[in-house]
């Protein structure tokens, strides 16, 4: 009787030794799965491509003032919006033709009042010089437009369009002074926060298949496109 008593009393001690180290693995899991979750933050990385010896690392970054999700591409030391900034204010802002559908696909014109401080905390719109230091990164000056313009997008591409840097510039077209809108298809234009004279330098983009970046002098009171860039 002793003897069958000794090998219950073992028996219930393995039981319940086996449940307290599975409750703490348990434990543990959950400990690590908190862990991420306090200290995942709105930015996010997705994965790292090599195209045309040019590294790039692609992220996503989530604006939390309207919860608006974005494709963000590192591009040398820089880390730029990979789409057209998409956040609607009050004043300074225009959807294309004043259609909101046409958001989606180009995000908003900004007039550069707006411009100027629209971008989401810990971004900011480049200057000149941000977006020299891209280009100057990209090399060869005859295929630079090559590697920043999305694919299949635009009319008569040029077949050696690879969008090598993720950077997916579109035609968004812009708004004139009178108010109108021209351009949504054939060409892009992006502010920065350098000044010539009265006017403001804008970097265009357009459709032609050899066509070159642009460096161009703009009024204030045109309505172009936005790319942040990480501060």
């Given at each position: ?150 694919t299949n997008i635009w009319k ?36 920065t926060t350098t000044i010539d ?31 942040c860039i990480k501060n």
């Amino acid at each position: 009787m002793k003897k069958y008593t000794i090998y219950f009393i073992t028996f219930m001690l393995t039981i319940t030794l086996f449940s307290c180290n599975n409750n703490s693995e348990n434990k543990s899991d959950t400990t690590i799965s908190n862990k991420i979750i306090e200290t995942d933050d709105l930015y996010h990385k997705n994965e790292s491509t090599i195209i045309d010896s040019i590294k790039t690392e692609k992220y996503t970054f989530i604006d939390s003032r309207d919860e608006h999700i974005y494709n963000t591409v590192k591009i040398g030391n820089q880390i730029w919006f990979a789409e057209n900034l998409a956040y609607y204010t009050k004043y300074g802002c225009w959807a294309y033709d004043n259609d909101k559908n046409n958001v989606e696909k180009t995000g908003y014109l900004y007039n550069w009042k707006t411009a100027k401080k629209v971008c989401p905390d810990g971004w900011h719109l480049p200057s000149d010089a941000d977006w020299i230091k891209l280009l100057e990164f990209l090399g060869d000056k005859e295929t630079k437009t090559l590697k920043l313009k999305a694919t299949n997008i635009w009319k008569r591409p040029h077949p050696k369009n690879n969008n090598s840097t993720s950077f997916s510039a579109i035609p968004s077209g812009y708004r004139k002074l009178d108010g109108t809108f021209d351009e949504i298809n054939t060409t892009c234009n992006f502010w920065t926060t350098t000044i010539d004279k009265t006017n403001v330098w804008v970097y265009n983009i357009n459709s032609s298949q050899y066509a070159k970046i642009l460096k161009v002098s703009q009024s204030k009171k045109h309505a172009y496109s936005i790319r942040c860039i990480k501060n």
